[in-house]
């Protein structure tokens, strides 16, 4: 069945999503939290969760 669809609609039949762990908007908020806890010698449990 797999085959045939692909076959026939010249495309897999199914969106493929990467993890949105690794969004770009994530990436950036994961970049500032590090930024922030560098400059201010913070702990993890200190990060902007609010942002």
Do not use: C, W, Y
């Not at 692909?6 to 495309?11: A, L």
């Not at 010698?41 to 942002?51: K, P, R």
Request: proline share 4%; aromatic share 8%; charged share 35%.
């Amino acid at each position: 069945m797999f085959a045939t669809k692909v076959t026939r609609e010249q495309r897999i039949p199914f969106e493929v999503n990467a993890d949105p762990f690794f969004s770009e908007e994530n990436m950036d908020r994961l970049r500032r939290n590090m930024a922030q806890m560098e400059k201010t010698g913070g702990t993890a449990h200190e990060a902007n969760l609010d942002d």
